[in-house]
């Protein structure tokens, strides 16, 4: 596709249920980015990947989060026993360079309401 | 911790009318970004600042770069009703960079 493709753009769960979020990059961008958008606040950086490694996943909340990627392209954001605080925008980003300055294309992102 | 303070938080103002936002922080950064994002979707890049004291200008929007890089403003010229959206600025630290600090963005209102 054009652009970068988040599924599903909805989802609304029972607390300690396991959710999975799923990005899809654009075609031959090598880093991926997950960002977390809750109502009033920033974005919150959770976790980079440059092709499948992940070399900082510091910016998880909890063991609960969880995220990888796959033949350098499709990523999946799991959370495990959601909890209310755990309902925001799950935003995707990809870019065709690492490092500095690279410009960040974003996805629409995954709405995710946790009841 | 870096932060990135954004005010104002919320913005209403007319067609026509210009304003500013700024974007302050108490640290350097090696570069800043501006985005805006429109309900339901993701942030889109509007411009990337590198040089202190840098003025870039893309239409009625002009930015600019503090000479510290520490702050960053975005002034837009008779406003339009298609400027309403969220604008965050994005500081990008030379020493992590792969991952950028956003603000909390101001939230724009250009009424008719």
């Known amino acids: 596709g054009a652009g970068v493709s988040q599924s599903p753009s909805n989802k609304v769960t029972e607390k300690g249920k396991d959710v999975e979020l799923r990005c899809d990059p654009i075609?031959?961008?090598?880093?991926l980015y997950w960002y977390r958008q809750s109502l009033g606040q920033g974005l919150e950086f959770l976790i980079y990947?440059?092709?499948?490694?992940?070399?900082?996943k510091s910016g998880l909340p909890s063991d609960r989060f969880s995220a990888e990627r796959t033949g350098g392209s499709v990523s999946t954001l799991t959370i495990q026993r959601t909890q209310q605080e755990d309902s925001a925008v799950y935003l995707c980003a990809s870019s065709p360079r690492t490092g500095g300055r690279g410009k960040l294309f974003f996805g629409s992102g995954t709405q995710l309401s946790v009841l | 911790t870096q932060l990135l303070e954004q005010s104002p938080q919320f913005l209403s103002i007319q067609e026509g009318e210009n304003l500013t936002v700024y974007c302050n922080s108490s640290s350097v950064f090696s570069s800043l970004q501006w985005y805006r994002q429109e309900p339901g979707e993701g942030p889109v890049l509007l411009v990337t600042v590198v040089t202190g004291g840098e003025v870039k200008k893309l239409k009625r929007l002009t930015f600019q770069f503090g000479d510290a890089r520490k702050d960053s403003s975005l002034h837009i010229t008779a406003a339009q009703t298609g400027d309403t959206g969220l604008y965050l600025c994005?500081?990008?630290?030379?020493?992590?960079?792969?991952?950028?600090?956003f603000g909390k963005g101001t939230l724009l209102t250009v009424n008719p």
């Open positions: 990947f440059q092709g499948n490694s992940a070399p900082d």
């Open positions: 075609s031959g961008h090598t880093a």
């Open positions: 994005a500081g990008e630290n030379g020493g992590s960079n792969y991952k950028l600090t």
